[in-house]
């Protein structure tokens, strides 16, 4: 059993009229009515949590304080490393090769981008979409001519020349 008291109760209402997330609110909520006195399964039929639930929030309370509660880890799906500036400036140094004639390759760019954000991506999947937000896409040359004669007609052509 985690003990709320009174005070405890009292900054966690005065949290609550600043929050602004819904989700966080019921959460203060909650830690709020189990110590005003009320049981699990009643706070649970005022918030909708679990009633296992409710317990999980005082703990997460009493170790972590109201922080824990309003904070829940997410981060809204924006997890981008680098400012739009930041990325232009990086990708330029790829574009000047490009202009000189250089095939870059996504393993190359991938090692770059990792040292320069600090981060060690396991998969190619977050730099694939990092060049399509800034206007990049995958150029590769064919691995044959397109109008290249095949085998038989090569053979002919040597041997009508060779004569």
Known sequence: ???IGMEDVKKLRAEMQREKNVNAYKRLQAVALRGEGLKNAEISEITGF????????????????????TNDGRTGGNNRHMTDEQAKAFLSQFEDAAAQGQIITVEEIAVAYDEAVGVKH???????Y??????WRKVTP?????????EEVIAASKKLTMS
Do not use: D
């Not at 009633?51 to 824990?68: D, H, N």
């Open 1 to 3: 059993m985690y003990k």
């Open 50 to 69: 679990h009633k296992q639930w409710v317990g999980q929030l005082c703990r997460t309370y009493s170790i972590e304080g109201i922080e824990g509660l």
């Open 122 to 128: 396991k998969s190619l999947s977050t730099l694939y």
């Open 130 to 135: 990092f060049l399509h937000t800034h206007g």
């Open 142 to 150: 064919k691995q044959y001519h397109p109008g290249k004669a095949s």
